[in-house]
Nanobody, 116 residues
Framework: QVQLVESGGGLVQPGGSLRLSCVASGSIFNINVMGWYRQAPGKQRELVAIITSGGSTNYADSVKGRFAISRDNAKNTAYLQMNSLKPEDTAVYLC??????????WGQGTQVTVSS
């Protein structure tokens, strides 16, 4: 079993910053991909950013230049640095990992609210 614990969400004013963390634990031998998705009320879940074990990244067009994903393989932890936040970034942010030979796992999510 794999457990994911997210942290770092909260309320921030437009233009502000937040840093999300996702720690994976359990029966983990090799995490291929770590990533963040988000889901706003009434909208479909969408990719925000992903990072491979080798460090390759991919971002949604809406966050390019503002968000940065990173990971610490030794700690099985992924981070999402979010800068220049906008009200439209408001959503539940969910951590996703793909573990070799085991498949994909989701975290419970952390709320990010951007409002003045």
């Amino acid at each position: 079993q794999v457990q994911l614990v997210e942290s770092g969400g909260g309320l921030v004013q437009p233009g502000g910053s937040l840093r999300l963390s996702c720690v994976a634990s359990g029966s983990i031998f090799n995490i291929n991909v770590m990533g963040w998705y988000r889901q706003a009320p009434g909208k479909q879940r969408e990719l925000v950013a992903i990072i491979t074990s080798g460090g390759s990244t991919n971002y949604a067009d809406s966050v390019k230049g503002r968000f940065a994903i990173s990971r610490d393989n030794a700690k099985n932890t992924a981070y999402l640095q979010m800068n220049s936040l906008k009200p439209e970034d408001t959503a539940v942010y969910l951590c996703y990992v793909n573990v070799a030979l085991r498949g994909g796992y989701w975290g419970q999510g952390t709320q990010v609210t951007v409002s003045s």
